[in-house]
């Protein structure tokens, strides 16, 4: 209801006309047009805002890969012309986004679901296009009334959880239309496939293409919850998935191999699944949570970090048989690194509400001796008290 509200007041904002498509970057008849250079420069802010909010995802070796990837996707002379840029936000939802000056932003969600590097350049080849091929000043031409479009967003928004909220309060109207509202069916069916042409010419293997977006389908409907992003729209996911399935058996047989870059991929992400599922955990997405961390078992399964994580997502979910898994992950944990606090505050927390209370209060007096400068020591030590008196 909330997702079918917002695209009624958004398209209530909009023009009833089209703008006539511009030429892309790669056109000879190319040239900035006056309102673009404005653009840029509301765009710069924009993104200066964000770099400055505390929601990036601060990993200069993860940065430095992202951005190898993207340059691979584009040649020189598109680069001199718009200087891509990538970076990751913290953020679980399931979205991508790229200012027409090239800042492109990935979120933690849907780098945490996919597997492999040609899944990664699917989607900066698809948010470079947008970029490239001008579709965001072609938008903004088309919204009659910026200002109240913008605060439509934000009101509608704002009061959603995941994240969503504190992202759509620091976005302007140029990053709304980039991240929130995405693009007419045409231009958002022209990057797939524009992007998915710069994939193949980067060596890539585009049968991996459709696989980013059968993902993300399967893991929404597996959820039952809708995105307010683009990537989240189920009728349109699927559409995109027919578009590219349809495009690689009519590319002949340079559309049917390539890289896949699956392990390179893992080596450098592979950190930021953790991360990602506290993140869904914060914000009580439990299932989500549970299946990242999964994934990221998959990839170490001798991290004691994972295991407590898991051991949190029981406790706090509180269903049938979750107390039990809870303590089973949090000794797991203990298993791995004896030495790591945070396990034993769990347990310490499962045994104070089941009034256990000398178990009780012997984790929360381990946890407190590993970690004497613990930011909750306080907290723990007043649960202390209770178990003693």
Excluded at 28 to 56: H, M, P, T, V
Excluded at 185 to 210: C, H, I, N, Q
Excluded at 304 to 318: S, T
Excluded at 327 to 356: N, T, V, W
């Amino acid at each position: 209801m909330k997702k079918t509200a917002l695209l009624f007041l958004l398209f209530s904002v909009f023009l009833g006309c089209a703008t006539a498509n511009l030429p892309p970057v790669t056109s000879q008849d190319f040239y900035w047009e006056e309102d673009e250079r404005r653009l840029w420069l509301r765009s710069e802010e924009e993104e200066a805002a964000i770099n400055k909010s505390g929601l990036i995802y601060e990993d200069p070796e993860l940065e430095a890969y992202l951005n190898e990837v993207a340059r691979k996707l584009q040649p020189a002379d598109i680069l001199d012309k718009i200087p891509f840029s990538v970076k990751v936000i913290k953020n679980p939802m399931l979205n991508a986004f790229a200012f027409p000056n090239g800042a492109v932003y990935v979120h933690t969600g849907i780098l945490a679901k996919m597997d492999n590097e040609a899944q990664l350049a699917t989607l900066l080849a698809h948010e470079m296009t947008h970029a490239t091929h001008r579709h965001t000043v072609e938008q903004v031409r088309n919204i009659k009334n910026m200002t109240a479009f913008l605060a439509v967003v934000q009101v509608s928004l704002g009061g959603l959880g995941g994240g969503v909220g504190d992202l759509a309060t620091l976005l302007g109207s140029i990053g709304t239309v980039a991240a929130v509202t995405g693009y007419s069916k045409e231009k958002e069916t022209e990057a797939d496939m524009v992007g998915l042409a710069l994939v193949v010419k980067a060596g890539y293997d585009p049968r991996e293409s459709p696989k980013l977006f059968l993902h993300l389908k399967e893991f929404l409907e597996e959820e039952d919850i809708e995105e307010p992003f683009f990537f989240g729209t189920h009728p349109r996911l699927q559409e995109r998935i027919d578009n590219y399935e349809a495009f690689i058996r009519k590319g002949g047989p340079g559309y049917q191999g390539g890289i896949k870059g699956q392990e390179r991929f893992i080596q450098k992400t592979s950190h930021l699944i953790c991360l990602n599922a506290c993140l869904d955990l914060k914000a009580g997405r439990f299932g989500f949570a549970e299946k990242g961390v999964k994934k990221y078992v998959g990839i170490k399964p001798d991290d004691p970090e994972a295991y407590y994580l898991l051991g949190e997502i029981c406790r706090q979910r509180g269903e049938e048989g979750d107390i039990e898994k809870a303590k089973e992950h949090y000794h797991k944990a203990i298993a791995f690194a004896s030495d790591y606090p945070e396990p034993h505050k769990g347990l310490g927390l499962i045994h104070y509400r089941q009034g256990e209370k000398e178990l009780s209060k012997k984790h929360f007096q381990t946890y407190l001796s590993l970690d004497p400068q613990a930011y909750d020591a306080l907290y723990v030590q007043e649960f202390l008290k209770h178990c003693s008196e």
